[in-house]
C-alpha cells in the first residue's frame, strides 16, 4: 500500500532552519505531485508548497515564499521542504501528500511531522 513517512521536525528557535523530508513508498513517485500542508492548533490545514511530478514547477503560500523550499529526489523517492527563517508562527504539524500528475488532488497523506518554533 502507498506510505508516506514524514521526518525531521523538531524544536527550533526563531530564525533557525529545518528541512523535513517525506519518504514514499507503494506508488511510482515520479508519477505523482508532491505537496507539504500545515495546521496549528485550532486552526484548519492549510497548503504550504507543491512540486509537480516532473518536478518543473514549485508553487508556494504567500507566508512561506522566500524562506522555504521544496523539492524532490525522484531516484530515491524522497521529497524535501526545507525550512530558513522559521517564525513561531509557521509552528504546526506538517504533512506531505501525493496526488496523480496534475490531478488536482492529494489522494495520499502521512501522518505528520511537529514542528516547534520558539521566540
Known amino acids: 500500500q502507498v506510505q508516506l513517512v514524514e521526518s525531521g521536525g523538531g524544536l527550533v528557535q526563531a530564525g533557525g532552519s529545518l528541512r523535513l523530508s517525506c519518504a514514499a513508498s507503494?506508488?511510482?513517485?515520479?508519477?505523482?505531485?508532491l505537496g507539504w500542508f500545515r495546521q496549528a492548533p485550532g486552526m484548519e490545514r492549510e497548503f504550504v508548497a507543491a512540486i509537480r511530478w516532473r518536478g518543473d514547477i514549485t508553487t508556494y503560500a504567500d507566508s512561506v515564499k522566500g524562506r522555504f523550499t521544496i523539492s524532490r529526489d525522484n531516484a530515491k523517492n524522497m521529497g524535501y521542504l526545507q525550512m530558513n527563517s522559521l517564525e513561531p508562527e509557521d509552528t504546526a504539524v506538517y504533512y506531505c501528500a501525493s496526488g496523480y500528475r496534475d490531478s488536482g488532488r492529494y489522494d495520499y497523506w502521512g501522518q505528520g511531522a511537529q514542528v516547534t518554533v520558539s521566540s
Open positions: 507503494g506508488l511510482i513517485f515520479s508519477d505523482f505531485t
